[in-house]
């Protein structure tokens, strides 16, 4: 198709004394695919000899073929694409040639522009630019098949993100211990690797410390930026193991944590058990106060305590009137006795 389409106005301009029949280019196309690739059409590198000897035609023929296979751009020659053997090394010393050198290859491709159309358009049978001229005797039409895409089989469609890994990655990326880098990607395009940890349970939590364990373990440095986020988590997750994905990396920290809480509730259940029977020993003490015998102790207390008082008073009347009269009775010895005595 790209001879019919693009040999009058893209090879015959520029090649006008050297025309080449459309069977002789498909023998000698045929023959130079068969020494390329299967996959990919590269790495296609038979001589001109080896060419003009298996299709019958002489060796000017087969390079005015390649020189239209490289217009009709159905051919590209990489003119250094291999290095030369060590037999065509040694030719080329026996005439004096000491450089190493390099050999093309040639790489067999569809024309980009002609695989689009192809692959978007059905042609009409009765119309278009090579409709006069080689022809095919059938009627070419589209099948009734389900359409397809560029590719023959038609391109497969386009999954939804799978939801459990897409909630694993907003969890992820919302935590605040979680790397920077892990905020590069959408949660959608996190959600194809994290479908298996997401599938037994794992957390943000459990991402974290699988990345502090890989970089524990291995020793390796993880930077601030790494080139492949996913890749790297990817990494990450084919050491820890497809098969112990059940066993999450944070299970025993989560564990700890939970034995930790549930020690300081019971030292918080028991604190605040012991300040209620304290309050109610207490309540029981001031009850207690107010009882007959508290009173009786109180009355005997304070008659007590009158008591103790007055005596206190009288020994000091009685010590004030005994000095008094001391006192007295110096005075009067030291005035002596009287005019009459």
């Known amino acids: 198709m790209a001879f019919d389409c693009r040999y009058d106005t893209a090879v015959r301009p520029l090649m006008p004394g050297n025309p080449i029949s459309r ?6 196309a045929q023959a130079r695919a068969g020494y390329a690739d299967h996959g990919t059409g ?20 087969v390079q ?18 291999r290095q030369r053997t060590r037999m065509e ?54 099948g009734t098949g389900s359409p397809a895409g560029r590719r023959q089989d038609g391109a ?16 992820w990326r919302a935590d605040g211990h979680a790397p920077p880098w892990a905020r590069r990607h959408s949660p959608s395009a996190w959600a194809a690797i994290l479908a298996g940890p997401a599938a037994h349970g794992w957390s ?25 986020p996913i890749g790297l988590l990817g ?20 564990a700890r944590d939970a034995a930790a809480r549930a020690a300081h509730l019971a030292h918080l259940v028991a604190q605040r058990a012991a300040h209620v029977e304290h309050q109610r020993a207490r309540a ?24 103790s008082a007055y005596k206190r008073t009288d020994a000091a009347a009685h010590d004030a009137v005994r000095v008094a009269a001391a006192v007295e009775a110096a005075r009067a010895h030291r005035r002596g006795p009287g005019p009459h005595g």
Not at 43 to 50: A, T
């Open 156 to 171: 497969a469609r386009r999954r939804a993100p799978d939801a459990g890994g897409a909630a694993l990655a907003r969890a």
């Open 23 to 28: 069977h002789a280019l498909l023998a000698i």
């Open 284 to 307: 029981v003490g001031r009850a207690a106060l107010d009882g007959v015998g508290h009173a009786a102790a109180r009355a005997a207390a304070a008659e007590a305590a009158r008591r």
């Open 89 to 142: 090394r040694l030719a080329s010393w026996r005439v004096g040639d000491r450089h190493r050198g390099w050999a093309s290859v040639w790489a067999l491709h569809d024309n980009p522009q002609l695989s689009r159309l192809v692959h978007r358009l059905s042609p009409h049978p009765r119309s278009g630019p090579v409709r006069d001229k080689h022809s095919p005797n059938q009627v070419v039409t589209t």
């Open 42 to 61: 590269r790495n296609c590198r038979p001589s001109n000899e080896r060419l003009a000897a298996d299709t019958g035609y002489s060796v000017r023929t």
């Open 235 to 254: 990494a990450m997750l084919a050491w820890h193991g497809a098969e112990r994905l059940g066993e999450r990396p944070a299970a025993l920290d989560e």
């Open 64 to 81: 005015r073929a390649d020189t239209v296979l490289r217009l009709l751009g159905v051919a590209t020659e990489v003119l250094r694409g």
């Open 204 to 228: 943000g939590r459990d991402l974290n410390a699988l990345i502090g364990d890989w970089a524990g373990v291995s020793g390796r440095r993880i930077p601030d930026a790494p080139h492949k």
